[in-house]
């Protein structure tokens, strides 16, 4: 089948790679000349475990396309996916300016019916606008032609969107008109065997469950941050609590990993989202404002604890610091942890020497003006002559470091763990003083 992706962005250029190596005929439509030219010379803008060769075969074979002509965009097939970027308002609503505005392209130069499938993750109600931006564009234009609207939520998580694209969990499908659904099932065919993924429901429906989706997992963190911040005063250990209730089948284990708070480009964003949407229409998301409280709070930990252990004032202090994306296997630091970690260290004073296995670039690029930063090659060498470790990503790498080396590159022997790596006792024993997330005793003398 033909398919045209507008917006290069995450979720368009992950889709349109998997949907053209599965034999689709993908043509993918961005205003930003550069990133289309770089894409044409294999270059990706964002760093995804199995994303490169899977554009650069795909590109080579013909059947992954990179322009900028929206026109042969809208030409080259019937189904028409926007995948362009909802970005916050000052407020915290999603920005539908993009979404709007290809949906105003498309309707400018069509000149055959169209399905055009909504991805990008906007708020309920914006299949509707779409549908109205067309219409009236059509209307101006003089003509009338044919269009559905569909709203099909994308759950891709970044570091394993290919593998997540491939092979989705289930595939959401929000349609008033069963007509439109046969080519939807024939796209999505592929990723559909053996059992039937595909959930069918109203437009609305479909696109509060990508929002309940995510503000769901948001939640579940910041219910562990806030049972990790009571062990923590009650002197329990938040791992052993974990453990203790993900065997709950009911709970499970998946997360309800304390830590020093959510980032990313989803849940902050889309919590703030739905808040404003329940907002606007008069209702009070008391759950969500304190899913969103306990996480921006919880931000604040590890800077706390560094206060707690050194005091207000880290002048002539300096910091290792491991893991500055918002979680491991990216180099996106959009609201991540260790921004807040770092200002905070910064405006007491404290010097910082950081390193990500990824995230350097992207570090170099937002901070790369600030002479209390120095960016490492290696972990080891951010520990050479830094007063304490902070650790705010769970890499992998950084599981098993060589301890010995890190306490004589060390000037104290203090470790601030935002992802509780570490077993306390066994760092205690090798003579770390150690700060984890909710680890009771370990923090805080049992009450
Ligand atoms: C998320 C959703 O998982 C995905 O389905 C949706 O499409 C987009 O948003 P993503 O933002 O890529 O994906 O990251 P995810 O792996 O969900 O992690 C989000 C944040 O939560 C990270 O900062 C992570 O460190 C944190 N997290 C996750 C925890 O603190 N504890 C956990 O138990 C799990």
């Known amino acids: ?37 770089n894409l044409k ?21 013909g059947r992954l396309k990179f322009s900028i002509d929206a026109e042969e965009g809208v030409a080259h097939a019937q189904v028409q996916f926007i995948a362009v970027g909802t970005p916050p308002e000052e407020d915290g609503s999603a920005d539908l300016k993009y979404v709007t505005a290809v949906a105003r392209t498309i309707a400018q130069y069509m000149t055959s019916p169209k399905i055009v499938i ?41 570091g394993a969107a290919v593998a997540d694209c491939m092979r989705p969990e289930r595939i959401v499908i929000g349609t008033d008109n069963p007509d439109a659904i046969e080519p939807i099932r024939e796209l999505y065919e592929p990723f559909n065997r053996n059992h039937d993924r595909m959930i069918v429901m109203d437009i609305r429906s479909a696109e509060l469950t990508k929002y309940a989706a995510n503000c769901m997992l948001a939640t579940k963190i910041s219910f562990m941050n806030e049972m990790s911040n009571l062990a923590e005063l009650l002197g329990a250990d938040i791992e052993k609590v974990r453990q203790g209730i993900g065997s709950d089948s009911r709970i499970g284990y998946h997360f309800i990993y304390p830590g020093c708070g959510y980032g990313g480009s989803c849940f902050p964003k889309d919590v703030q989202a739905l808040i404003r949407t329940s907002e606007q229409i008069g209702y009070q998301p008391k759950l969500l404002q304190a899913v969103e409280q306990v996480n921006a709070q919880q931000k604040y930990k590890l800077p706390t604890f560094v206060e707690r252990h050194f005091g207000k004032n880290l002048a002539g202090k300096t910091f290792a610091l491991w893991g ?42 937002i901070y790369g003006h600030r002479s209390d930063l120095e960016l490492m090659g290696t972990k080891e060498a951010a520990l050479q002559g830094a007063d304490a470790l902070v650790i705010c990503t769970e890499w992998q790498n950084f599981r098993a470091p060589d301890f010995d080396l890190m306490k004589s590159s060390l000037k104290s022997p203090v470790i601030f763990d935002g992802r509780n790596l570490f077993d306390p006792d066994r760092l205690e024993k090798r003579g770390f003083t150690y700060y984890g997330i909710g680890r009771g005793a370990s923090v805080n003398p049992v009450l």
């Not at 299949?127 to 931006?133: C, L, M, P, Y």
């Not at 500055?324 to 996106?332: A, G, V």
């Open 1 to 37: 089948m033909k398919v045209t992706v507008f917006g290069i962005g995450y979720v368009g250029l992950v889709q349109a790679a998997v949907l053209a190596e599965v034999g689709h005929e993908v043509l993918c439509i961005d205003v930003d000349a550069k990133k289309v030219e």
């Open 41 to 61: 010379n294999g270059q990706i803008p964002i760093f995804e475990p199995g994303l490169t060769p899977l554009v650069k075969q795909n590109y080579e074979s």
């Open 118 to 158: 909504d991805k990008s993750t906007v708020p309920v109600g914006t299949a509707d606008k779409v549908r109205q931006v067309m219409g009236q564009t059509l209307q101006q234009r003089g003509i009338k032609l044919s269009f559905d609207v569909i709203s099909n939520p994308e759950f891709l998580k970044e």
């Open 324 to 365: 500055l994306s918002f979680k491991p296997n990216t180099d996106d630091m959009r609201e991540a942890s260790s921004r807040v970690l770092m200002e905070q260290l910064w405006a007491a004073g404290a010097k910082i020497k950081a390193y990500d296995p990824e995230a350097m670039n992207e570090t170099q690029r």
